[in-house]
């Protein structure tokens, strides 16, 4: 099991844990008083303005050393096809032969350069697994961690982050 002694708080932390958006930047950028009228935030999907279409899925950071990879739970934000045919495919057990769908993060992480708007393909996974979010190959560095993964010492910098800030 992963753990590490965090540099912030000086306590020995264990597990690997995920870290997720609750709802998609688009979402957080409507004033409150106008959410329930324009917008339906579920747990794994989002509409605005009956026109813009969103899905949460994972980014999978292999960690060098561990089974288990770290987690970012994002937004993807998919055309109206798309989304309504993964909407059609939501309660299928077996569903990863369909798609893959073409999207746009819209989920901002601090840690990076803005993650606003990479472009991504959405795989979806059978046994009801959120989807996989593969970004497309870029220098981006959260596009570099995801397909070469990350050292321990770099969870560990990430995790201290997320959970204490910056010092």
Known sequence: MFSY????????????????ALAPLSYEQIPESERAARAVLGSDDCVIDETTYFVRGCIDIPVDGDAEPFIWGVWVSLSEASFMEWGHSFDLEKRSHIGPFVGWLDTELTLYPTTVNLKARVRLRDGFARPSIELEQNGHPLAIEQRDGISRERLADILTLMRHGPQ
């Open 5 to 20: 002694k965090c540099t912030a708080c000086g306590g020995i932390h264990e597990g690997i844990p995920s870290y997720a």
